[in-house]
């Protein structure tokens, strides 16, 4: 066979699956990134004569973290995009207590375990606690809100689409803190108020005014004038494209945190001309680009798996891991939701469906490349087997308990 006339059919069958295997796998128990994974076991197991370069994000963390960056901004876009709740203090009340009491108690949480069962560094520490803390605006489709204008806004959709979508930029600041920490010496300790003020303070209020402008200015040219004439009659998804690699590269170029200004942009277009078609056609093309850059990267994740990722794997880990998924997240979750108003069921659902995935491969690869950490091989095979474990466990339950909560409150 030539090799190349074959990468080019498997191309054309991922890209078919990737089109497909959504709409199919709607009422199955098996989800997307499940079946991507295995086939990307399958690929590197089955002997097939094709030049596959080993899927080590170790080896390739440049290629590992500019991927998953990509994938993550995609699907930011995508989440701003598909919310209809209208933007205030008052509605978005549920993401607030996500983000100021889930997130640091997860990152604590992850840290101590991590220091005492692991035997980690305070670097080492830090970082798996920045990694783990955020959800995935990229394997949480399920879970997340509808197309915009189709509904799906319930407390735990809604709640788990604007995590995801804000606490991705959120964990950089403890992701530089964790970078500072392995860098810094007996010579160059470690300078706390630049990391206050830049990596906390600048980069995430520049992330959210970057987001909101450029984001108000791109819709006030998007809707401008008559609507007949206006750009939104083009009806051109690829500008979902545009919006996010602009509004990623000029708040990156400000040393801002762009993942956060990715996903404010996008919800300030959603929140203009509410009612109109063209939101559709942006989230339909981000959606699209989305599946492609996830079906690659679980094929790879698959690959890297088949190749022992985790064939070292110690008993420590393997309960660290379940721990974090079944205990950690779970119990930081519902202690940040007492007193917000819904009911228990509601906030166990949002509790329990903090989906881990692409984004924490893009953190820790990032660090990685940005410092020199002692336990870099634990902590590929720590993460990697949490997002294993989130997408069988949240992969079987998800449909089947939004499903019974839909049921519930429809009587």
């Avoid at 706390?192 to 209020?205: F, I, M, Y």
Wanted: glycine residues 8%; proline residues 4%.
């Amino acid at each position: 066979m030539d090799p190349y006339k074959l990468v080019l059919l498997l191309f054309g069958l991922v890209l078919l699956a990737a089109a497909w295997l959504p709409h199919l796998l709607k009422r199955q128990r098996i989800t997307f990134p499940m079946a991507f994974v295995a086939a990307g076991i399958a690929l590197y197991v089955v002997p097939l004569p094709l030049p596959l370069a080993a899927a080590d994000p170790l080896r390739y963390s440049t290629i590992t973290e500019y991927l998953a960056e990509l994938a993550v901004l995609v699907a930011l876009v995508g989440a701003g995009l598909r919310i209809d709740t209208r933007f205030s203090w008052r509605s978005w009340h549920l993401t607030w207590r996500l983000l100021a009491i889930t997130m640091p108690l997860t990152i604590l949480a992850s840290f101590l375990l991590s220091r005492h069962l692991l035997g980690y560094g305070f670097a080492a520490a830090a970082l798996i606690g920045a990694v783990l803390a955020p959800t995935d605006p990229v394997l949480a489709t399920d879970v997340q809100v509808h197309a915009p204008g189709k509904g799906g806004e319930d407390p735990v959709r809604f709640a788990l689409t604007s995590e995801a979508g804000l606490n991705d930029g959120l964990a950089f600041p403890f992701v530089w803190l964790a970078v500072a920490l392995a860098s810094a010496s007996a010579a160059e300790p470690i300078d706390w108020t630049h990391w206050l003020t830049l990596d906390v303070l600048w980069r995430v209020a520049g992330g959210v005014g970057i987001g909101w402008l450029v984001g108000y200015a791109l819709m006030r040219m998007i809707f401008r004038g008559e609507h007949d004439t206006s750009l939104s009659a083009t009806s051109d998804g690829l500008t979902a494209l545009a919006i996010t690699l602009t509004v990623y590269g000029i708040a990156e170029l400000c040393h801002a945190y762009g993942f956060l200004a990715v996903f404010v942009a996008a919800v300030v277009v959603r929140q203009y001309e509410y009612d109109h078609a063209y939101h559709e056609h942006l989230h339909s093309f981000a959606e699209q680009c989305e599946r492609v850059l996830i079906a690659v990267l679980l094929i790879l994740f698959g690959g890297a798996i088949a190749g022992g990722i985790l064939a070292a794997l110690t008993w420590q880990e393997i309960v660290f891991a379940l721990s974090f998924v079944l205990l950690v997240r779970p119990l930081s979750g519902f202690i940040a939701l007492f007193g917000s108003g819904i009911v228990k069921r509601e906030r166990w659902a949002i509790a329990l469906f903090g989906v881990r995935g692409i984004g924490s491969f893009y953190y820790l690869a990032f660090a990685l490349n940005h410092a020199e950490f002692a336990e870099a091989e634990a902590l590929w095979r720590v993460v990697s087997l949490v997002i294993v474990i989130s997408i069988l466990l949240h992969g079987f339950s998800a449909r089947l308990v939004l499903a019974w909560l839909d049921r519930w409150r429809n009587h």
